[in-house]
């Protein structure tokens, strides 16, 4: 499959919606997009300054004091203990690697990645780029032979599942059966509503419950866009397998894939502040807490979204027809059908929104009830 042979980028369906919630007398809430709207916390915009005078090339594997920022991290906040350097690599954010990760592992014709039912595009588009067959599936016993990769995400993207540890290490041991590399897209993990922010984590694809003493072929996938505002960064990394690491550094090392040196910088910065992370994750429980409660008054059921940016919601009808609902009330959402053919009733609806807009929202949806 060539690039050529992609389908049209599915955003662009949604622009007449996006036209009616914007004749709306108070003007859009625009909550389609998972796209930050608060500030970069400023102890990282000062890290990024410091680090300006870039004048050499940066390095692919990531600077010392980033790795173990890394290593530290996932220690302190993921209940990950005992990485080392190998077993980390930076990257030019996380959208990059879950789509070349195939072409990485030199996958092609004859290969399955297999990927989660409720999913956004990205990883079926990484899997056909090379020829592989995409297969959506959340059950392990489904997975057939021939698999050679299988993305976990959890929390997920659109609907905020977290996998439990019994959940995962059922995937991890399917995964071994079929020798093939499972990754956990991981990137809303700080970001767990059923618990305080400084409660026990949402559970690692790494965590030892879940693989026992060796990690030989898991990967975990991480971004700073949500926790730290630092999706304009591209700021993201991958741990897990040494020997995996190891293929994916060299091989990215051929292709000049390297987050710039003041990124790297900030990046190290941004993982030792806890604080600024506890700050957003309470911006968004506030966000949250008003959404939510005016999404069910105005008839729609919330499925999951126990974690992450998202509420994935259904009035039980075409999910266009909830676009045309909610585009009249000023609201715009994402149609489930972006996220695969399973959901065709569903929507959802982002948290990523001023706050003054997502009480807007919640307003005009409790007005309808």
């Not at 956004?120 to 057939?144: H, K, N, Q």
């Not at 065709?344 to 948290?351: E, G, I, K, N």
Request: hydrophobic letters at 45%; one cysteine or more; charged letters at 25%.
């Amino acid at each position: 499959m060539s690039v050529r042979d992609l389908a049209d980028y599915p955003w662009d369906a949604v622009v007449p919606y996006a036209e009616r919630a914007r004749a709306h007398a108070d003007g859009i809430c625009d909550l389609s997009i998972g796209s930050p709207v608060d500030p970069t916390p400023e102890v990282v915009r000062r890290a990024l300054s410091e680090a300006t005078d870039a004048h050499a090339y940066p390095q692919t594997v990531g600077t010392p004091r980033l790795r173990e920022a890394i290593v530290e991290w996932f220690a302190r906040r993921r209940g990950v203990p005992g990485l080392e350097a190998r077993h980390v690599l930076p990257t030019i954010g996380s959208k990059e690697l879950v789509a070349l990760l195939p072409t990485l592992l030199g996958l092609g014709a004859g290969d399955v990645v297999v990927h989660p039912r409720a999913a956004y595009p990205t990883y079926e588009v990484g899997a056909r780029i090379v020829g592989a067959t995409p297969l959506a599936s959340d059950e392990p016993d489904e997975w057939p032979e021939g698999t050679r990769l299988i993305w976990i995400n959890s929390p997920g993207n659109p609907d905020g599942r977290v996998w439990d540890v019994p959940e995962l290490r059922r995937a991890v041991a399917r995964a071994r059966e079929l020798g093939a590399v499972i990754a956990g897209d991981e990137c809303y993990a700080e970001l767990g509503w059923d618990a305080p922010w400084d409660a026990e984590p949402v559970p690692s694809i790494l965590d030892p419950r879940v693989v026992g003493d060796t990690r030989e072929n898991v990967l975990s996938v991480y971004s700073l866009s949500k926790q730290s505002n630092l999706a304009g960064y591209r700021a993201a990394f991958v741990a897990g397998c040494a020997r995996v690491v190891g293929d994916l550094l060299a091989a990215r090392k051929h292709l000049g894939l390297m987050p710039p040196a003041p990124v790297q910088h900030a990046m190290a910065v941004a993982l030792a502040d806890d604080g600024h992370v506890a700050e957003q994750w309470e911006r968004y429980r506030a966000r949250r807490a008003t959404l939510r409660p005016a999404v069910e008054a105005a008839g729609f059921r919330v499925d999951r979204s126990e974690a992450g940016l998202y509420l994935w919601a259904t009035e039980g009808r075409d999910a266009w027809e909830s676009m045309g609902r909610l585009a009249d009330l000023g609201i715009l959402a994402g149609p489930g059908v972006f996220y695969g053919p399973h959901f065709p009733q569903h929507v959802r609806l982002s948290l990523t929104a001023s706050d003054e807009r997502i009480a807007a929202a919640a307003a005009r949806l409790h007005a309808t009830a």
